[in-house]
């Protein structure tokens, strides 16, 4: 039996990235797109619950939905498509989604959510604003083959993949951990014609630490990066930190 796929990302149903995942990832088996009817970039892991979601089919098994990446997979696995997917593809994104601002995105959160739903599930990402053609068919390449692989050899429980290609032709394919980011983020105050004070937040160059295996690093040096992402935030290395509060009397035994 042939893979069945659901494809979704967070540039909406436009995209011209979602049209590249689109077309190789049918070589692999059928694929359902349910994506947002527009551009839902940095609503991270957000789901609809305040108000009815809509589907509309725009062409044969694509779904535009008015909700966010997190919803489309949702609704693509309990309401739309007939079968569980064997697989959940993000992407891909207009920009990477490197170290601390995967917590932000839209496209790694629907991967997070395929993950929750128990599916092999990869978020792809290409380091460009402006869609080269050829980065992202290569890009597309080189998610397809992650996601035969994942397929073929399994992903550990409660894991998923996110996958960072860079600005040009990748020179290969780290396996890498999630970086870290300098936060050089600025507020910045206008005044609208009314007179009252208004704010756009961000707009400053993203800089990263230049940490040995990490996403952002394998991009600066032209590769591609794979990092294994799970859904455990806890924190393991501080435990025996905080075991010790108050020389170990602030929390109950346990064993
Ligand atoms: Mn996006």
Redesign the pocket.
């Known amino acids: 039996m042939p893979p069945f796929i659901l494809l979704t ?3 909406g149903i436009q ?1 011209p990235g979602l049209r590249a995942l689109f077309e190789v990832l049918g070589t692999l088996g059928p694929v359902r797109v349910v994506a947002p009817d527009r ?4 609503v991270g892991h957000a789901l609809t619950l305040h108000k009815p979601l809509r589907a509309n089919q725009v062409e044969e098994g694509w779904y535009a939905v008015d909700g966010t990446p997190t919803d489309c997979v949702n609704l693509g696995v309990h309401g739309l498509l007939k079968q569980v997917p064997d697989l959940v593809v993000s992407g891909i ?3 990477a ?1 490197l170290a601390d601002d995967i917590t932000y ?3 790694v959160a629907a991967a997070m959510e395929g993950a929750l739903m128990g599916v092999p599930s990869i978020a792809v ?1 290409l380091n460009r604003l402006d869609d080269p053609p050829e980065l992202l068919q290569e890009t597309a390449r080189i998610a397809l083959e992650l996601a035969r692989q994942a397929l073929q050899e399994g992903l550990p429980p409660d894991t998923f993949l996110n996958l960072n290609t860079p600005a040009s032709s990748a020179r290969g394919v780290r396996l890498t951990v999630q970086g870290r980011r300098h936060y050089s983020d600025q507020v910045f105050p206008k005044i609208d014609p009314r007179g009252r004070t208004y704010y756009w937040l961000g707009g400053s160059e993203r800089a990263f630490e230049s940490l040995p295996g990490s996403d952002s690093q394998a991009l600066e040096e032209g590769y591609a990066s794979v990092t294994p992402l799970h859904l455990d935030l806890t924190n393991h290395r501080s435990l025996p930190l905080l075991r010790s509060w108050q020389q170990g009397q602030f929390f109950s035994e346990t064993d």
């Open positions: 990302n967070d540039d995209s551009e839902r970039s940095a994104n207009r920009g989604n995105s839209g496209t990402s």
